[in-house]
Every structure is written in structure tokens, then in C-alpha cells.
């Protein structure tokens, strides 16, 4: 079952964590941004997934004080399992068995585009804090490519499972093909299960045991 607001991994990133009372945002000086950055980034996650968290500067302020005081380890780890969806994502787009709906890869060219730049909304050649806004941007955006991503995920893992035969087009439509059989066999046993119990009642067994 899909989540209804899906993240790129199992620990969201505390962007929209409310403060506390009484809470004194601190300063980190990494990330001095210019206001009209911080709405052209926000622009940015909007175009990609028009129901994302709002980005601001105490928002931005906020997870950067997070990702600074986590031990090293743990920050790296959150950077970088997020990067790995990132290169999901690209191998998704360029990957000849996988079509992606045209919206879908306009989407995710402007994801690339951003991610590729060296000087964005936080340079990348500010430790650690560098690649913030590029995770933040995935984390954000993710909604929009979630879906896809899982059925690619789950298309790979069938590609290297069954060896299907044929072009990219071939083995893309094996994936198909089977995933259609495997649902249709499951609304088949739950109509089997309905009407088992379409009067309410527990079925007779079959055999009595006397």
C-alpha cells in the first residue's frame, strides 16, 4: 500500500516540524540566503508537486541546525540515502524499457537540472549544508515521482528475476502482461471470499467430523 504523502525513505526530514514555544531560531551561517532565492526554490518544488510544504527561510533555517548537530555519520547517511533515490530516478529516465509519460519526464529533467547545478540555492561547496537543498528538493518532490519510481523498482526487480525475452519494449510488456495476470487473479480470489460470506454467515464445512 502506498502512503498518501510518500517520502524517498522510512525517516521523513523534519522540515515541517512546528518549534517549540518561546523557540529563538538559530543562526547558522552557511546558510545566509537571499529572500528571492529562497522563492525561486520554492517556485521550483511548487512546479514539481504543486501540494508540497511551503519552503522559507526559518523552515530552511530550522533543518540546517537538524542536519548540523546530527552526528556525522547519521547526516551523511541522511544525504545520501537520498541521493541513491536521485540515481533511481535517473536510471528510471534513462533506462530504454521504461517509458515515462512526457509530463513525468519534463518533471524530472527540472529535478536534474537543479540537482546538477554547483551553485543553487546553498552552494555545494558549503560542507555538508551544500547538498542540503538538493535533498530537501527531492524530499519535497517526491509525491510526484513516487508511484513511478515504485513501479520501476518493482519492473527491475522482475527484469533480473524472470529474464524476460525480446527488446526493451518486449520486456516491458512481460512486466505487464504478468502484473495484470497477478491482479487478476487476486480480484478473483475476492470474489471468491465475498461471496463466501455474502449472507453474513461463516460457510458449512465441507466435511463434517463427527
Do not use: K
Amino acid at each position: 500500500m502506498r502512503m498518501p504523502h510518500p517520502t524517498p525513505t522510512a525517516e521523513p526530514l523534519p522540515f515541517e516540524r512546528a518549534p517549540p514555544p518561546h523557540y529563538v531560531q538559530p543562526y547558522e551561517p552557511a546558510m545566509a540566503l537571499r529572500p528571492a532565492a529562497i522563492a525561486a526554490f520554492d517556485a521550483l518544488v511548487h512546479e514539481l508537486h504543486p501540494d508540497a510544504a511551503r519552503v522559507d527561510a526559518d523552515r530552511l533555517q530550522r533543518l540546517a541546525q537538524w542536519l548540523a548537530q546530527l552526528p556525522p555519520a547519521d547526516a551523511r547517511r541522511a544525504i545520501d540515502t537520498r541521493l541513491q533515490c536521485l540515481q533511481d530516478l535517473r536510471a528510471m529516465a534513462v533506462d530504454p524499457a521504461w517509458d515515462c509519460d512526457p509530463a513525468l519526464r519534463r518533471r524530472l529533467e527540472r529535478l536534474f537540472a537543479y540537482i546538477d547545478q554547483d551553485e543553487d540555492l546553498i552552494p555545494d561547496r558549503v560542507p555538508l549544508l551544500g547538498l542540503l537543498d538538493d535533498v530537501l528538493l527531492i524530499e519535497l518532490a517526491w509525491p510526484a515521482f513516487a508511484a513511478e519510481a515504485e513501479d520501476y523498482r518493482d519492473f527491475c526487480a522482475y527484469r533480473q528475476r524472470e529474464h524476460p525475452t525480446g527488446d526493451a519494449g518486449a520486456q516491458r510488456a512481460a512486466w505487464v502482461r504478468d502484473r495484470l495476470a497477478e491482479l487478476a487473479l487476486l480480484q478473483h480470489h475476492a470474489r471468491v471470499s465475498d461471496s463466501h460470506y455474502a449472507n453474513g454467515r461463516t460457510p458449512e464445512p465441507v466435511f463434517r467430523v463427527t
